[in-house]
């Protein structure tokens, strides 16, 4: 349990709240006094962040929401927006992974990983952004992914959105510095979470859903250099939690316009 209370009075909005990291990040921002709205495509999802939220349950809201829909956007950070009274942090974790050999990639697939992940941060944001301009010492966290910068193969409309992700972020956090909204993105990598968790031989390497003829040895240069516990080779979501918290805290008043890298050294 964190001794820190650096959202005590703070409002919050998650995307992504149902699983994962969003989820994890849902329960930090909790621990240290804030309050929450989670917002997720997965009922089912938001039913299990309430149960873990135990006692501060009382702090936390739940909306449906699809990031790739605009109408569904515009109702769900209203909605978010009234429960709180406002909005301090907006955290964009909402996204998913699909992976397939490039040149049986539909272009269907493709556009659906760029409708969610880049256009879904993209809807999100702009909705936010009348509430987090009246907020205070606002800040946006987005996720990018190690697969922006670094080679992973079989993911090239995943790194291509999350490369687009990071460069919307360095763009708004200019756009939006003289109005005091600070943007910032993480980068994380090989985190357990629903996206990575998959069964048999993808849960032991990097994630479920890749092709049946994958040539694992692409991704030899992925794998983390710090140990983990039980030589587990990916760490738990709470590890990317800690540091959207503080990018979307006052402690990280003077950052803006950069990523923070959580992959256990894995592309250093
Ligand atoms: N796990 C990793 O190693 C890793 C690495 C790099 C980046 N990321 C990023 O971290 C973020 C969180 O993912 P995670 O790893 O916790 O996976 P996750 O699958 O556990 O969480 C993703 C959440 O997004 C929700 N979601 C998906 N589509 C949505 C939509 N259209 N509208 C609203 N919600 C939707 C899902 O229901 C789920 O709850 C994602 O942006 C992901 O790309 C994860």
């Known amino acids: 349990m964190t001794q820190l209370q650096r959202y005590a009075g703070r409002r919050v909005l998650v995307t992504g709240g ?34 873990k939220a135990g006692d501060a349950a009382d702090r936390l809201h739940t909306v449906v929401i699809d990031i790739s829909d605009e109408a569904s956007v515009r109702a769900g950070v209203g909605a978010a927006t009234e429960w709180l009274g406002g909005l301090d942090t907006l955290v964009n974790a909402a996204g998913v992974l699909r992976s397939a050999h490039f040149e ?14 880049l256009v879904g941060t993209f809807l999100v944001t702009r909705e936010s952004i009348a509430a987090l301009r009246a907020g205070n010492g606002p800040a946006v966290v987005n996720f990018s992914s190690t697969s922006a910068l670094f080679a992973h193969p079989y993911m090239s409309a995943y790194a291509a959105s999350k490369g687009g992700i990071q460069a919307m972020t360095h763009a708004l956090a200019q756009e939006f510095s003289k109005q005091g909204i600070r943007f ?18 993808a849960k032991q390497s990097i994630g479920p859903g890749l092709p049946e003829d994958t040539d694992y040895s692409l991704f030899a240069k992925t794998a983390p250099a710090l140990p983990l516990a039980d030589g587990a080779i ?12 503080m990018l979307g805290s006052d402690d990280a008043y003077f950052i803006t316009g950069t990523e923070v890298r959580v992959d256990g050294g894995s592309h250093m």
Do not use: W, Y
């Not at 994890?24 to 009922?43: M, N, Y």
């Open 104 to 117: 049986e990639t539909t272009l269907a697939d493709f556009e659906q990983v760029l409708r969610i992940n």
């Open 234 to 245: 990916f760490a738990g979501p709470d590890s990317v939690a800690s540091v959207v918290a």
């Open 184 to 201: 910032n993105a993480v980068q994380p990598g090989s985190i357990s979470s629903g996206m990575t968790d998959g069964t048999g031989e």
């Open 18 to 51: 149902g699983s994962g990291i969003g989820q994890a990040s849902v329960l930090r921002v909790l621990a240290e006094g804030g309050r929450v709205v989670a917002a997720d495509i997965s009922e089912t999802g938001l039913k299990d962040t309430t149960a």
